[in-house]
């Protein structure tokens, strides 16, 4: 039987934190992820776990020591958010290359400056090319199914790389909402224990981590990385089929909502999914064929698939809750355009920048996102791309 | 699809309006109701005008915004009356509240012509002679479920007392004040 409960985002986190039982959790505090140490370390001093607590003095340190943890044999995770999640930038590529598979909680919040503490994906975007699996929450209890995933996903075979789960920063992070947990000893057997093949304090095979790779060894495994990021797709749906049967909560590369025989769609990541799933309901009523792809999976790219579930679509919206200063659009829209050139050609697709630095999202901005698609599948002008919802100009 | 409910808070830094939202959703959640306790968060100082929010629906909640168009929206501190604009999408079906020893009639000259219902609670007399300080939360909370009607009156009571029994474990004397101080306000909420 589930566990029903209300927490919030953070506390989800912490929560299945404790249920997992790493053997390490190293974390410096940062807004606006600080409650997820902050909760997990009064489960270390209450006894609720095992884990080595380390209170690092910035986070460099809490990924430097993570990394240390994680190769001589343990299990551990992390949290962080902006421009803790930049200070970790040198050592987060340095877990990914070693093979490392830290889990962390990446709350999301726009990186400095201008200094702000609110929502945006500024600080995972940026660390898309740093070898780590991506995965994105759209509600409390997907941040947490996602993190409970997120173990096995890492640390398979196949795999063996970090994960970071994100969701965002006070949206979900600071609001209580209703989740169903899994029992303690549930997700204890479901992560299972880490067995690692090869680690440090191994004295039967004694290793080196971290050392000098020249050009005759480097690229070689630069190429395995690379296959590891490829093998992790497949492990994504094994872990996620495997979660399916315990909770009965489907989870996959992507969401589609009304999708199938949408004509309008939109691409979307973490909570303004949710609200554009209220307002998708709403164009429905009126006859209106709207639909939504929500990326789940961010890193790896899956991009096949996406081109598949997008390919009927008319005309398309890809918000980006981050501005790359490409001067063509953001991160997501480059990648999903990507994804279909070849693919789906004929589809009319646009960028939306939305949301920065916490501006919150109403109904009414993603309605007007599906208005504009309307009149480009009413005119066939496409227009400019490169637009902006929510802001003023 | 059930009826959602949504709740709008306003009040001031350290008047404990966040801890109110949380302690709505908390006793709602009881009840078996979907819910959603956020606070908007900003430059955090005492005295500073906060908003807090509540959705309360028997369905799943999706919608993640702050909430623009609310069926209730309650005053922690009268004085916020003229500086924020309280009303603001408040729709006409539901019903302001207001701490303020001030009848309805009163206040309303402040309330830009808001023709739904305006309810008063006197929540600093009623803290300061049930807990001996003036936490003006816990009686607007009372309010609050007395006008909206979200849960029944007896099943909040009940709730509350649980919740008050774990959030004031070490500090038992004041369980007793602040469950006297939500019964009082339930029954002395004017304007319903």
């Not at chain 1, 067995?195 to 304090?201: F, M, N, S, V």
């Not at chain 1, 004929?346 to 960028?351: A, D």
């Not at chain 1, 400019?384 to 802001?391: D, H, K, L, P």
Request: charged residues 25%; aromatic residues 8%.
């Amino acid at each position: 039987m589930a566990i029903r409960e209300r927490l919030s985002g953070n506390e989800a986190i912490a929560v299945a934190m404790k249920q997992i039982n790493p053997d390490v959790v190293a974390a410096f505090p940062i807004t606006p992820s600080t409650e997820i140490p902050q909760y997990f370390s009064q489960f270390v001093s209450n006894g609720a776990v095992e884990t080595e607590f380390v209170a690092v003095e910035s986070e460099h340190s809490a990924m430097s020591a993570c990394i240390g943890a994680q190769a001589a044999g343990g299990r551990t995770m992390t949290a962080t958010s902006a421009n803790g999640l930049a200070l970790m930038w040198e050592m987060l590529y340095i877990a990914s290359a070693s093979r490392l598979p830290v889990t962390m909680a990446c709350v999301n919040r726009s990186l400095s400056g201008p200094l702000n503490i609110h929502n945006d994906h500024s600080d995972s975007m940026g660390a898309r090319d740093s070898g780590w699996i991506q995965l994105y929450s759209e509600n409390n209890q997907e941040a947490y199914d996602n993190f409970i995933q997120a173990v096995r996903i890492g640390e398979h075979s196949d795999v063996v790389l970090p994960v970071m789960v994100c969701q965002d920063g006070f949206i979900t992070s600071h609001a209580v909402e209703n989740l169903e947990l899994l029992e303690d000893e549930k997700v204890k057997a479901f992560v299972g224990e880490y067995k690692p093949e090869h680690y440090l304090l191994n004295s039967k095979n004694p290793i080196a981590v971290g050392p000098l790779d020249l050009p005759n060894y480097f690229f070689e495994h630069r190429r395995q990385q690379a296959q590891a990021m490829i093998n992790s797709k497949n492990v994504i749906l094994e872990v996620a089929k495997e979660f399916e049967k315990l909770t009965g909560r489907k989870y996959e590369l992507f969401e589609k909502y009304k999708l199938d025989d949408a004509e309008i769609a939109i691409v979307i990541i973490n909570s303004t999914a949710g609200t554009a799933k209220t307002v998708i309901d709403e164009l429905r009523d009126k006859g209106i064929k709207a639909g939504l792809l929500k990326i789940r999976v961010f890193r790896p790219f899956p991009a096949e698939e996406i081109a598949e579930a997008l390919k009927h679509i008319k005309a398309l919206a890809v918000m980006d809750k981050a501005e790359g200063f490409s001067a063509v659009g953001g991160p997501l829209f480059n990648d999903i355009k990507a994804a279909l050139y070849g693919v789906a050609d004929g589809i009319k697709v646009v960028n939306y920048i939305y949301g920065l630095g916490g501006r919150d999202v109403k109904a009414d901005n993603i309605e007007f996102v599906y208005n504009e698609l309307q009149n480009i599948l009413k005119t066939g002008q496409l227009g400019e791309t490169y637009r902006y919802v929510g802001v003023r100009e | 699809m059930g009826k959602l409910v949504e709740i709008r808070w306003h009040g001031r830094g350290g008047q404990g309006a966040k801890t109110a939202a949380l302690l709505l959703a908390d006793a709602a959640f009881n009840t078996g109701k979907y819910i959603q306790g956020f606070p908007e968060y900003g430059p955090e100082r005492m005295g500073a005008p906060i908003t807090a929010y509540n959705r309360i629906s028997d369905d799943k909640i999706r919608i993640h915004s702050n909430i623009y168009e609310p069926d209730y929206v309650v005053v922690v501190d009268e004085t916020l009356l003229t500086s924020i604009d309280v009303t603001s999408g408040l729709k006409e079906s539901g019903a302001i509240i207001i701490n303020t020893e001030k009848a309805p009639e009163d206040v309303k000259k402040h309330l830009k012509g808001y023709k739904g219902k305006v309810c008063t609670v006197d929540a600093r007399k009623i803290s300061e002679e049930a807990l001996g300080k003036y936490f003006p939360n816990t009686p607007m909370l009372g309010a609050v479920v007395k006008v909206s009607k979200v849960m029944g009156e007896e099943e909040f009571l009940n709730d509350a007392k649980g919740s008050f029994a774990h959030k004031f474990a070490t500090k038992p004397e004041v369980i007793e004040g602040n469950m006297k101080a939500i019964e009082r306000a339930m029954q002395e909420v004017k304007g319903i």
